[in-house]
């Protein structure tokens, strides 16, 4: 299993407006095969932190749905960006 994790950071002004434009990714991710969870969510302190949070069965699951990555106009709205992989070997309840 793999999880990405991360923080994107963009104009705190526009971030709904960002946020609004990534529905349409969010639906496509949680409906495609090997997509265990999806979501990008504004954060509750900072207000042009989104928090990234996904987990995909496996790395050929996540690179048919990732493809070429986010679009230009995405990518050109982020002041920053600091996203991660984590291979998770093991899985029990808290």
Do not use: H
């Amino acid at each position: 299993m793999l999880i990405i994790s991360g923080t994107l950071y963009v104009d705190p002004d526009s971030r709904e407006r960002y946020l609004a434009g990534c529905r349409p990714i969010v639906e496509q991710a949680r409906a495609a095969a090997g997509c265990l969870d999806f979501a990008l969510c504004a954060d509750l302190v900072d207000p042009g932190r989104i928090n990234v949070y996904e987990r995909w069965e496996s790395d050929a699951a996540l690179e048919k749905f990732r493809g070429s990555g986010p679009s230009s106009e995405q990518t050109a709205e982020l002041i920053e960006a600091d996203v991660r992989k984590y291979r998770i070997s093991g899985v029990e309840a808290p």
